[in-house]
């Protein structure tokens, strides 16, 4: 009887520290996917955009109106066809 009973014990003992070591492991690796988790969600998440132009892009605009009003006039005055007129547009507006 005492081998049976030191075998149970062993059993027990094994089985317990098995158990032990297998469900840290769980909780490290669901806290490593939790992690990995929130990196990705962080990355998907937009940058904040800026609600003021930016000084180039303000002024890239007035040099685009400051174009197309100087086309407009050379179409009116009959220097460019209306043909060359919105070809020169569409490449002014970058369509």
């Keep these: 009887m005492p081998g049976l ?3 149970v014990v062993r059993t027990a003992v094994i089985s317990g520290t098995a158990t032990a070591v297998s469900n840290r492991v769980s909780r490290r690796q669901a806290g490593r996917w939790a992690e990995q988790e929130r990196q990705q969600e962080a990355a998907w998440q937009p940058a904040p955009r800026s609600e003021q132009p930016s000084p180039q892009g303000a002024a890239h605009r007035q040099d685009m109106l400051a174009q197309l009003k100087e086309l407009g006039q050379l179409r009116d005055t009959g220097v460019l066809t209306e043909a060359e007129f919105l ?3 569409s490449l002014i507006l970058g369509q």
């Design 5 to 7: 009973l030191r075998g």
């Design 87 to 89: 070809a020169q547009k």
